[in-house]
């Protein structure tokens, strides 16, 4: 008896090991390709295409919680590796492509805030990215840019009097859409849209008052399809749901096993199909946030307008 055990047991851990082998050579085999160009993923320089003014015909009485918008999870994640790398197109071809959601991480010091995605600084700090903002809302002023705004590997809690200050630096206070209640795209157009997801004193909109889903832990390629069924459940939930409430979907996701580049690989094949089934549909799906979108995905999310 004791025998048996312990062959089921070795045979439990072999096959265990087999099994992160080959996902580990799963991972290893979409890191080391080349660059992708698909219609649902690109980890290209350059979209496919560009659609920068997508906004101006959407009427100016919409509620802006009535707009399907494209995103883009940790929007200056470009450094460190697969294992933090989430995009490929810098912010102004992410803005130029539609992207309408940014997610910006901050590490702050001393009243410095630099780009962080974990340990891993960006080569850049919050500055470039507001200036970066301005240029195209200035060039575009049919648009509207949100930004879910977070800090990231500092723990200081305390990040309000330095944004405020790179604000007054690197844009101008006028560009935010000072409130916490949901605009017309009409009150918005030209503006920044600060979704605030630190303490302090209003800048706009409270990241907190979105309905979310953001499951990003894919421990191991074997576990997307739960990380898609997350995804799934909350596009239907945002279809259905109260038109009167920003809804935020993150398709992205990361593990040991399972590196962003090829989660996003996965993902969006799966959500370019489910968009794909019910296009030509008056359906409200809020933000769809993504690692390595395409071009054609996300025209795809705004044709949904």
């Not at 933090?84 to 071809?93: A, G, H, K």
Request: proline share 5%.
């Amino acid at each position: 008896m004791g025998t048996c055990r312990t062959c089921r047991t070795a045979m439990n851990t072999a096959q265990r090991l087999l099994v992160e082998t080959v996902i580990f050579v799963g991972v290893l085999a979409v890191t080391c390709e080349g660059a992708v160009q698909r219609p649902d993923y690109d980890d290209t320089n350059t979209p496919e295409f560009l659609n920068p003014t997508w906004m101006a015909s959407i009427p100016d009485s919409r509620p802006l919680s009535e707009v399907t918008l494209p995103g883009t999870h940790n929007t200056m994640a470009f450094y460190g590796g697969s294992l933090t790398e989430c995009q490929s197109w810098p912010l102004d071809l992410q803005l130029q492509a539609g992207v309408r959601f940014l997610d910006v991480r901050v590490r702050h010091s001393k009243g410095n805030l630099t780009i962080h995605h974990g340990v891993v600084y960006q080569r850049a700090h919050f500055g470039e990215v507001l200036e970066g903002v301005v240029r195209f809302l200035q060039d575009h002023p049919t648009e509207t840019v949100l930004m879910r705004l977070k800090e990231e590997f500092s723990e200081t809690h305390d990040i309000y009097g330095a944004v405020v200050n790179y604000i007054h630096q690197h844009a101008h206070w006028d560009l935010l859409w000072h409130s916490r209640l949901t605009p017309t795209v009409g009150q918005v157009r030209g503006k920044l849209i600060v979704l605030q997801d630190f303490s302090g004193p209003d800048l706009g909109m409270r990241y907190g008052s979105l309905d979310i889903a953001d499951d990003w832990r894919v421990p191991t390629l074997l576990h997307v399809s739960e990380k898609w069924q997350s995804v799934h459940n909350h596009l239907n939930a945002a279809a259905a749901g109260n038109k009167a409430r920003l809804y935020l979907t993150f398709a992205s996701g990361a593990g040991i096993f399972a590196y962003p580049n090829a989660v996003a690989q996965r993902i969006n094949a799966r959500l370019h199909k489910y968009l794909s089934d019910r296009a030509g549909l008056a359906k409200r799906f809020g933000i769809i946030t993504m690692d390595f979108p395409a071009a054609p995905l996300i025209k795809m999310i705004i044709d949904f307008n």
